[in-house]
Protein backbone atom coordinates (compact mmCIF):
# COMPACT_ATOMS: atom_id res chain seq x y z
CA UNK A 1 0.00 0.00 0.00
CA UNK A 2 1.18 3.56 -1.19
CA UNK A 3 -1.58 5.13 1.88
CA UNK A 4 -2.93 3.38 4.98
CA UNK A 5 -6.39 3.03 3.16
CA UNK A 6 -7.61 -0.43 5.10
CA UNK A 7 -7.75 -4.12 4.55
CA UNK A 8 -9.28 -4.04 1.24
CA UNK A 9 -7.04 -1.66 -0.37
CA UNK A 10 -4.15 -3.84 0.71
CA UNK A 11 -5.08 -6.99 -0.76
CA UNK A 12 -5.92 -4.91 -4.51
CA UNK A 13 -2.32 -3.78 -3.70
CA UNK A 14 -0.98 -7.06 -3.47
CA UNK A 15 -3.48 -8.92 -6.01
CA UNK A 16 -0.82 -9.97 -8.72
CA UNK A 17 1.01 -12.16 -6.15
CA UNK A 18 -2.21 -13.95 -4.14
CA UNK A 19 -3.44 -17.28 -5.41
CA UNK A 20 -5.25 -19.99 -3.72
CA UNK A 21 -4.86 -19.85 -0.12
CA UNK A 22 -3.72 -16.63 1.52
CA UNK A 23 -4.01 -15.80 5.57
CA UNK A 24 -4.98 -11.85 5.73
CA UNK A 25 -3.89 -11.10 9.70
CA UNK A 26 -3.69 -7.75 11.33
CA UNK A 27 -0.16 -6.96 12.63
CA UNK A 28 -1.64 -4.20 15.29
CA UNK A 29 -2.86 -7.24 17.12
CA UNK A 30 -1.18 -9.61 19.04
CA UNK A 31 -2.19 -14.02 19.15
CA UNK A 32 -1.03 -16.41 20.90
CA UNK A 33 0.14 -19.65 18.65
CA UNK A 34 -3.26 -21.35 19.12
CA UNK A 35 -4.44 -18.27 16.84
CA UNK A 36 -2.87 -19.99 13.68
CA UNK A 37 -2.60 -23.64 14.51
CA UNK A 38 -6.66 -23.39 15.43
CA UNK A 39 -7.45 -22.03 12.20
CA UNK A 40 -5.02 -24.46 9.97
CA UNK A 41 -6.81 -27.30 12.03
CA UNK A 42 -9.66 -26.23 10.98
CA UNK A 43 -9.17 -25.85 7.22
CA UNK A 44 -8.29 -29.45 7.07
CA UNK A 45 -11.98 -30.30 7.05
CA UNK A 46 -12.48 -28.14 4.07
CA UNK A 47 -15.81 -27.49 5.05
CA UNK A 48 -15.81 -23.48 3.88
CA UNK A 49 -14.34 -21.35 1.66
CA UNK A 50 -13.00 -19.24 4.48
CA UNK A 51 -12.44 -18.95 7.66
CA UNK A 52 -12.20 -16.66 10.55
CA UNK A 53 -11.60 -16.07 14.46
CA UNK A 54 -14.00 -14.81 16.38
CA UNK A 55 -13.80 -14.23 20.39
CA UNK A 56 -16.27 -13.33 22.59
CA UNK A 57 -16.21 -9.73 24.70
CA UNK A 58 -17.87 -8.85 28.08
CA UNK A 59 -17.53 -4.82 27.04
CA UNK A 60 -17.73 -2.35 24.04
CA UNK A 61 -15.01 -2.98 21.43
CA UNK A 62 -14.46 -0.47 18.46
CA UNK A 63 -14.44 -3.27 16.01
CA UNK A 64 -16.71 -5.78 13.74
CA UNK A 65 -19.16 -7.82 15.24
CA UNK A 66 -20.23 -11.43 13.89
CA UNK A 67 -23.56 -12.65 13.75
CA UNK A 68 -23.26 -16.61 13.28
CA UNK A 69 -25.56 -19.93 12.83
CA UNK A 70 -25.83 -22.68 15.18
CA UNK A 71 -23.06 -24.12 12.83
CA UNK A 72 -20.51 -21.51 13.72
CA UNK A 73 -21.16 -20.29 9.57
CA UNK A 74 -20.72 -16.51 9.26
CA UNK A 75 -24.70 -15.04 8.40
CA UNK A 76 -23.42 -11.01 9.12
CA UNK A 77 -20.59 -8.97 10.07
CA UNK A 78 -20.75 -5.50 11.15
CA UNK A 79 -18.25 -3.23 11.32
CA UNK A 80 -17.96 -0.64 14.12
CA UNK A 81 -21.54 -0.25 15.52
CA UNK A 82 -22.24 2.43 18.34
CA UNK A 83 -22.01 1.24 21.85
CA UNK A 84 -25.25 -0.52 22.83
CA UNK A 85 -26.20 -1.73 18.95
CA UNK A 86 -23.95 -4.48 18.93
CA UNK A 87 -25.68 -7.49 17.08
CA UNK A 88 -23.90 -9.80 18.98
CA UNK A 89 -21.14 -10.41 21.91
CA UNK A 90 -18.95 -11.79 19.23
CA UNK A 91 -15.59 -9.94 17.76
CA UNK A 92 -14.09 -10.33 14.55
CA UNK A 93 -10.47 -11.05 15.41
CA UNK A 94 -8.51 -10.78 12.20
CA UNK A 95 -6.77 -13.56 11.40
CA UNK A 96 -8.85 -15.00 8.62
CA UNK A 97 -7.99 -17.30 5.75
CA UNK A 98 -9.35 -17.75 2.46
CA UNK A 99 -9.33 -20.54 -0.15
CA UNK A 100 -10.15 -18.44 -3.30
CA UNK A 101 -8.03 -15.24 -2.88
CA UNK A 102 -9.61 -13.58 -6.87
CA UNK A 103 -13.10 -14.46 -5.75
CA UNK A 104 -12.62 -12.66 -2.81
CA UNK A 105 -10.75 -9.79 -4.71
CA UNK A 106 -13.91 -9.86 -7.25
CA UNK A 107 -16.35 -9.44 -4.42
CA UNK A 108 -14.44 -6.48 -3.03
CA UNK A 109 -13.95 -4.04 -6.47
CA UNK A 110 -18.29 -4.77 -6.27
CA UNK A 111 -18.48 -2.76 -3.11
CA UNK A 112 -19.94 0.69 -3.28
CA UNK A 113 -19.32 2.26 0.66
CA UNK A 114 -18.17 5.78 1.93
CA UNK A 115 -16.98 3.89 4.77
CA UNK A 116 -13.81 2.05 6.25
CA UNK A 117 -15.56 -1.18 5.82
CA UNK A 118 -15.38 -2.52 1.68
CA UNK A 119 -13.32 -5.30 3.30
CA UNK A 120 -16.33 -6.62 5.54
CA UNK A 121 -18.91 -5.77 3.05
CA UNK A 122 -17.09 -7.92 0.57
CA UNK A 123 -17.55 -10.65 3.74
CA UNK A 124 -21.16 -10.25 3.60
CA UNK A 125 -21.74 -10.44 -0.28
CA UNK A 126 -19.69 -13.40 -0.18
CA UNK A 127 -21.90 -15.25 2.68
CA UNK A 128 -25.31 -13.77 1.13
CA UNK A 129 -24.48 -15.74 -2.08
CA UNK A 130 -23.58 -18.52 -0.28
CA UNK A 131 -20.30 -19.05 0.09
CA UNK A 132 -19.56 -20.34 3.83
CA UNK A 133 -17.26 -18.64 6.45
CA UNK A 134 -16.50 -20.48 9.04
CA UNK A 135 -15.95 -18.87 12.54
CA UNK A 136 -13.50 -20.91 15.09
CA UNK A 137 -13.84 -19.96 18.54
CA UNK A 138 -10.96 -18.27 20.16
CA UNK A 139 -10.35 -17.97 23.90
CA UNK A 140 -6.80 -17.49 23.82
CA UNK A 141 -4.73 -14.27 24.23
CA UNK A 142 -5.32 -11.22 22.33
CA UNK A 143 -4.45 -7.32 22.38
CA UNK A 144 -5.40 -5.40 20.02
CA UNK A 145 -3.22 -2.05 20.50
CA UNK A 146 -6.33 0.62 19.21
CA UNK A 147 -5.08 3.16 21.56
CA UNK A 148 -1.87 3.32 23.09
CA UNK A 149 -2.55 1.90 27.08
CA UNK A 150 -3.33 -0.99 25.26
CA UNK A 151 0.72 -1.43 24.91
CA UNK A 152 0.95 -2.13 28.59
CA UNK A 153 -1.25 -5.47 28.22
CA UNK A 154 0.54 -6.70 25.22
CA UNK A 155 3.83 -5.67 27.32
CA UNK A 156 2.63 -7.92 30.54
CA UNK A 157 1.88 -10.98 28.23
CA UNK A 158 5.30 -10.89 26.10
CA UNK A 159 6.95 -10.74 29.59
CA UNK A 160 4.51 -13.23 31.16
CA UNK A 161 5.12 -16.08 28.77
CA UNK A 162 9.54 -15.18 27.94
CA UNK A 163 12.06 -16.71 30.02
CA UNK A 164 14.08 -14.25 31.51
CA UNK A 165 18.05 -13.84 31.00
CA UNK A 166 20.87 -10.99 31.69
CA UNK A 167 22.93 -10.69 28.81
CA UNK A 168 26.61 -11.74 29.43
CA UNK A 169 27.94 -8.53 28.61
CA UNK A 170 25.82 -6.79 31.01
CA UNK A 171 27.38 -5.09 33.71
CA UNK A 172 25.59 -5.08 37.37
CA UNK A 173 26.91 -3.61 40.36
CA UNK A 174 27.36 -5.97 43.33
CA UNK A 175 25.43 -3.19 45.12
CA UNK A 176 22.65 -3.33 42.72
CA UNK A 177 19.37 -5.47 43.04
CA UNK A 178 17.83 -8.02 40.09
CA UNK A 179 14.89 -9.41 41.69
CA UNK A 180 12.05 -11.23 39.84
CA UNK A 181 11.33 -11.95 36.06
CA UNK A 182 13.94 -9.56 34.86
CA UNK A 183 15.15 -9.19 31.57
CA UNK A 184 18.40 -7.08 30.61
CA UNK A 185 19.99 -6.92 27.57
CA UNK A 186 23.45 -6.50 25.82
CA UNK A 187 25.36 -3.62 27.36
CA UNK A 188 22.99 -2.63 29.84
CA UNK A 189 24.64 -0.83 33.04
CA UNK A 190 23.21 -1.23 36.73
CA UNK A 191 24.90 1.16 38.76
CA UNK A 192 25.02 0.45 42.85
CA UNK A 193 21.76 0.47 45.03
CA UNK A 194 19.89 0.33 41.73
CA UNK A 195 16.59 -1.97 42.32
CA UNK A 196 15.06 -3.77 39.03
CA UNK A 197 11.80 -5.78 40.31
CA UNK A 198 10.52 -7.72 37.69
CA UNK A 199 8.85 -8.29 35.35
CA UNK A 200 10.57 -5.69 34.10
CA UNK A 201 12.92 -5.71 30.45
CA UNK A 202 15.79 -3.36 30.01
CA UNK A 203 16.86 -3.03 26.41
CA UNK A 204 20.21 -2.75 25.03
CA UNK A 205 22.66 0.07 25.64
CA UNK A 206 20.86 1.35 28.63
CA UNK A 207 22.43 2.39 32.08
CA UNK A 208 20.55 1.87 35.09
CA UNK A 209 21.69 4.94 38.05
CA UNK A 210 22.22 4.66 41.37
CA UNK A 211 19.38 4.57 43.72
CA UNK A 212 16.66 4.10 40.23
CA UNK A 213 13.83 1.94 40.59
CA UNK A 214 12.26 -0.33 37.99
CA UNK A 215 9.02 -2.46 38.61
CA UNK A 216 5.89 -3.52 38.13
CA UNK A 217 5.97 -4.62 34.19
CA UNK A 218 8.16 -1.56 32.83
CA UNK A 219 9.68 -1.97 29.79
CA UNK A 220 13.29 0.54 28.95
CA UNK A 221 14.10 0.94 25.55
CA UNK A 222 17.01 0.53 23.96
CA UNK A 223 19.75 3.05 24.72
CA UNK A 224 18.47 4.85 27.21
CA UNK A 225 19.34 6.43 30.88
CA UNK A 226 17.22 6.27 33.53
CA UNK A 227 19.23 8.52 36.30
CA UNK A 228 19.84 8.61 39.73
CA UNK A 229 16.52 8.06 42.14
CA UNK A 230 14.38 7.54 39.37
CA UNK A 231 11.20 5.23 39.92
CA UNK A 232 9.72 3.99 37.26
CA UNK A 233 6.43 1.93 37.61
CA UNK A 234 4.29 -0.34 34.87
CA UNK A 235 5.24 1.98 32.20
CA UNK A 236 6.56 1.72 28.39
CA UNK A 237 9.84 3.83 27.43
CA UNK A 238 10.89 3.74 23.96
CA UNK A 239 14.32 3.88 23.00
CA UNK A 240 17.07 6.84 23.58
CA UNK A 241 15.41 8.65 26.79
CA UNK A 242 16.88 10.39 29.43
CA UNK A 243 15.59 10.86 32.85
CA UNK A 244 16.48 11.81 36.82
CA UNK A 245 14.99 12.09 40.09
CA UNK A 246 11.71 11.52 38.44
CA UNK A 247 8.75 9.60 38.99
CA UNK A 248 7.13 7.79 35.81
CA UNK A 249 3.61 6.26 36.70
CA UNK A 250 2.10 3.37 33.74
CA UNK A 251 2.69 5.80 31.50
CA UNK A 252 4.09 5.70 27.73
CA UNK A 253 7.10 7.69 26.40
CA UNK A 254 8.22 7.97 22.99
CA UNK A 255 11.96 7.59 21.70
CA UNK A 256 14.40 10.53 22.56
CA UNK A 257 12.80 12.31 25.10
CA UNK A 258 14.66 13.78 27.77
CA UNK A 259 12.14 14.28 31.72
CA UNK A 260 14.28 17.05 33.96
CA UNK A 261 15.03 16.22 37.53
CA UNK A 262 11.72 16.45 39.58
CA UNK A 263 9.32 15.21 36.50
CA UNK A 264 6.14 13.93 37.56
CA UNK A 265 3.79 12.24 35.65
CA UNK A 266 1.35 10.92 38.21
CA UNK A 267 -1.07 8.01 37.53
CA UNK A 268 -4.03 8.14 40.15
CA UNK A 269 -7.32 10.01 40.69
CA UNK A 270 -7.71 11.43 43.60
CA UNK A 271 -11.40 9.92 43.57
CA UNK A 272 -9.99 6.79 42.74
CA UNK A 273 -12.16 6.39 39.84
CA UNK A 274 -11.03 5.15 36.32
CA UNK A 275 -9.05 7.49 33.86
CA UNK A 276 -10.42 8.73 30.39
CA UNK A 277 -8.41 10.61 27.91
CA UNK A 278 -9.22 12.82 24.71
CA UNK A 279 -9.50 10.68 21.73
CA UNK A 280 -10.74 12.67 18.76
CA UNK A 281 -12.62 15.24 20.92
CA UNK A 282 -14.21 12.43 22.87
CA UNK A 283 -13.60 11.15 26.20
CA UNK A 284 -12.44 7.48 25.66
CA UNK A 285 -12.79 5.47 29.04
CA UNK A 286 -9.79 3.31 29.66
CA UNK A 287 -11.42 1.35 32.37
CA UNK A 288 -7.78 1.85 34.23
CA UNK A 289 -7.81 3.57 38.03
CA UNK A 290 -3.90 3.91 36.98
CA UNK A 291 -2.43 5.52 33.85
CA UNK A 292 0.02 8.42 33.04
CA UNK A 293 0.59 10.22 30.75
CA UNK A 294 1.53 9.26 27.38
CA UNK A 295 4.04 11.66 25.76
CA UNK A 296 5.19 11.45 21.64
CA UNK A 297 8.52 11.22 20.34
CA UNK A 298 11.32 13.80 20.88
CA UNK A 299 9.46 15.67 24.32
CA UNK A 300 11.56 17.64 27.06
CA UNK A 301 10.10 18.52 30.38
CA UNK A 302 11.71 20.84 32.70
CA UNK A 303 12.54 20.52 36.36
CA UNK A 304 9.85 20.10 38.34
CA UNK A 305 7.24 19.67 35.95
CA UNK A 306 3.91 17.77 36.26
CA UNK A 307 1.37 15.82 34.39
CA UNK A 308 -1.73 15.14 35.25
CA UNK A 309 -3.28 11.08 34.64
CA UNK A 310 -4.36 10.33 31.09
CA UNK A 311 -2.60 13.46 29.79
CA UNK A 312 -1.08 13.14 26.15
CA UNK A 313 1.88 15.38 24.66
CA UNK A 314 2.25 15.68 21.04
CA UNK A 315 5.64 14.75 19.29
CA UNK A 316 8.35 17.14 19.36
CA UNK A 317 6.75 19.44 22.42
CA UNK A 318 7.91 20.99 25.59
CA UNK A 319 6.83 20.94 29.35
CA UNK A 320 8.18 23.80 31.02
CA UNK A 321 9.62 23.97 34.40
CA UNK A 322 7.19 24.13 37.35
CA UNK A 323 4.63 23.88 34.39
CA UNK A 324 1.39 21.77 36.03
CA UNK A 325 0.00 20.18 32.63
CA UNK A 326 -3.85 19.08 33.40
CA UNK A 327 -4.59 19.40 29.24
CA UNK A 328 -3.61 17.55 26.65
CA UNK A 329 -0.45 19.63 24.68
CA UNK A 330 -0.86 19.68 21.10
CA UNK A 331 2.27 18.58 18.84
CA UNK A 332 5.67 20.94 18.43
CA UNK A 333 4.17 23.17 20.89
CA UNK A 334 6.12 24.71 24.68
CA UNK A 335 4.21 25.36 27.42
CA UNK A 336 5.72 28.11 30.14
CA UNK A 337 4.55 29.00 33.67
CA UNK A 338 5.76 32.24 32.93
CA UNK A 339 5.74 33.31 36.98
CA UNK A 340 6.03 37.57 37.48
CA UNK A 341 8.62 37.54 39.67
CA UNK A 342 9.64 41.34 41.34
CA UNK A 343 13.45 42.92 41.33
CA UNK A 344 13.70 45.05 44.74
CA UNK A 345 16.35 46.37 47.12
CA UNK A 346 16.73 43.34 49.58
CA UNK A 347 15.63 44.95 53.07
CA UNK A 348 16.65 41.90 54.92
CA UNK A 349 20.19 42.78 57.12
CA UNK A 350 21.66 39.59 58.90
CA UNK A 351 22.40 40.03 62.45
CA UNK A 352 26.09 38.71 63.18
CA UNK A 353 25.69 38.74 66.91
CA UNK A 354 22.97 36.54 66.81
CA UNK A 355 24.77 34.00 64.29
CA UNK A 356 28.26 34.27 66.40
CA UNK A 357 25.67 33.62 69.95
CA UNK A 358 23.52 30.54 68.33
CA UNK A 359 27.40 29.38 67.14
CA UNK A 360 28.76 29.30 70.63
CA UNK A 361 25.27 27.76 71.63
CA UNK A 362 26.04 24.91 69.29
CA UNK A 363 29.41 24.45 70.33
CA UNK A 364 28.82 24.06 73.88
CA UNK A 365 26.36 21.44 73.11
CA UNK A 366 28.80 19.40 71.20
CA UNK A 367 30.90 19.85 74.33
CA UNK A 368 29.26 18.27 76.94
CA UNK A 369 30.58 14.69 76.89
CA UNK A 370 27.90 11.26 76.88
CA UNK A 371 27.28 9.79 80.29
Not at 75 to 91: A, M, T, W
Not at 263 to 279: C, G, H, P, Y
Not at 283 to 289: K, S
Not at 308 to 336: A, F, N, Q, R
Amino acid sequence: QKQPMGIADALKSAASLLDEDILVVNPNDIFAASAYTSLLREVKGKSAASYMLGCQTKSYFPGGYLVINSGNELEHIVEKPEPGQEPSDLINILVHLHTDSKRLLEYIEKVKTTKDDVYEQALDSLVKDGHKIKVIPYTDFWAPIKYPWHIFDVVKYLLDVSRPSIAASAYISEKATIEGKVFISDNVKVLENAVIRGPAYIGPGSIIGNNALIRDYSHIGADCVIGYSTEIKGSYIDKGCWMHSSYIGDSIIGKGCSLGAGTVLANFRFDEQSISVAVGGKAIDTERDKLGAIIGDNCKTGINASVMPGIKIGPSSIVGSHVCLTKDLMPEKMILSEPHYRTQPNPVKLDEAKRKELKEKIERLGSIEPK
